[in-house]
């Protein structure tokens, strides 16, 4: 049944196309470029070459972004941007190089530390001056089609989320060509990565029919695409079609925001090293089984589409995809043992956003879905 009333805002322009990356030039509108990348990017040269094509004369590279970037590193990246004068920032790579592009672009014009703004009732952001362009190298986190960053404060242990209106990118440069150096198993992540965004974004409390609508189609894409693109990297078709469920599940949850599966997914990788896609993918099928109680009507809609003639046919396909792709289902793979749970169920209730699954949700609750796939 459609809801009577939502409302859906993504004001980012999306170009998507392969080589994309050589008409740069005309999307940019700016005298001091800060490229913001990790240090892989930068040592390939990819940064550099994307840097050239925007034709901007005044560059300066900040390519020391971490994998769960923390507070502290945008701040450095902050100065950098501060004190020349940067009026175009671009995030260029995975979740992490975005996500801290989206933050500096803000604070240029925003005088103090991210830390000044990063908790409810603190300072709030001015808007954004600096053009803000997201170009991402993996297809899954769809960062650069949201109004969300997540940062970690390296002191403090604690990952979560942070929204803002500025926070949109400007533009989202998606060139599907970049993702056919992507390892393997980085394909795997973040393509799962992309599946439970879309799952998560159906079964939000936030959702909506248009939101659904992409993430059916996601999910679909992700199922015919993810083995091949793992297998055959250079297979310009599979990588385009990720790309394309990549950015449209991003579109999707960037109106839904993500629900239990993500927030379980924090303590994961700041306490357990996993890389963001792995532990979101893991407790992927224990969250469909728990959602499924409880949802059913909606669920079973979605089998239906996909071709599943009930929960366990849907659920074995996943577990089948992930064992060819190479994913654990596994906590243990994580070395996660039973007495950490308590503590991860713990500071998963901390995060508001576990309140949009659409089915009740507690510490208990969740230590039992964590132990059952130990
Ligand atoms: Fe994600």
Request: net charge negative; with cysteine.
């Amino acid at each position: 049944m459609i809801k009577k009333s939502f409302n859906f805002h993504m004001p980012t322009k999306v170009v998507f196309e392969d080589s994309a990356i050589d008409g740069l030039r005309k999307h940019v509108k700016g005298n001091s470029l800060l490229m913001m990348c990790d240090p892989y990017l930068y040592k390939i040269g990819t940064a550099q070459k994307v840097a050239n094509a925007t034709h901007i004369d005044k560059v300066v590279f900040f390519h020391e972004i971490e994998p769960n970037p923390s507070g502290q590193t945008v701040d450095k990246a902050v100065e950098i941007a501060r004190s020349n004068q940067v009026d175009v920032v671009i995030g260029l790579g995975g979740g992490s190089a975005m996500d801290a592009s989206k933050m500096v672009a803000c604070l240029i014009e925003n005088e103090g530390s991210i830390f000044d703004y990063y908790s409810i009732g603190n300072k709030v952001l001015r808007p954004r001056k600096a053009q803000l362009i997201c170009i991402p190298t993996t297809a899954g986190t769809g960062s650069e089609v949201t109004n969300i960053g997540v940062y970690n404060n390296k002191e403090t242990g604690i990952k979560m989320p942070f929204a803002s209106e500025y926070f949109w990118p400007d533009i989202a440069l998606i060139d599907p060509s970049l993702s056919h150096t992507m390892p393997s198993h980085i394909t795997a992540s973040t393509g799962m990565d992309a599946f439970t965004h879309a799952i998560e974004s159906y079964w939000s409390v936030n959702s909506n029919p248009i939101s659904d609508a992409l993430s059916v189609s996601v999910m679909k894409t992700i199922l015919e695409n993810i083995e091949i693109a793992c297998k055959e990297p250079t297979n310009a078709a599979a990588r385009r079609n990720m790309a394309f469920a990549s950015v449209t599940a991003g579109i999707s949850f960037s109106q839904t925001k993500t629900t239990g599966i993500h927030v379980v997914s924090y303590p994961l990788t700041t306490d357990f090293g996993a890389s963001h896609g792995l532990a979101c993918s893991i407790t992927l099928p224990a969250f469909i089984k728990l959602v499924y109680n409880g949802y059913q009507d909606k669920m079973d809609g979605l089998f239906a589409i996909l071709g599943y003639d009930c929960l366990d046919a849907f659920v074995s396909r996943i577990e089948e995809i992930m064992e060819a792709i190479k994913l654990p289902t596994r906590l243990s793979a994580l070395n996660i043992k039973e007495s950490d749970l308590k503590g991860i169920a713990e500071v998963s209730m901390k995060v508001p956003a576990i309140h949009f699954t659409p089915v009740k949700v507690d510490e208990g609750i969740l230590y039992h879905l964590l132990k059952s796939i130990l």
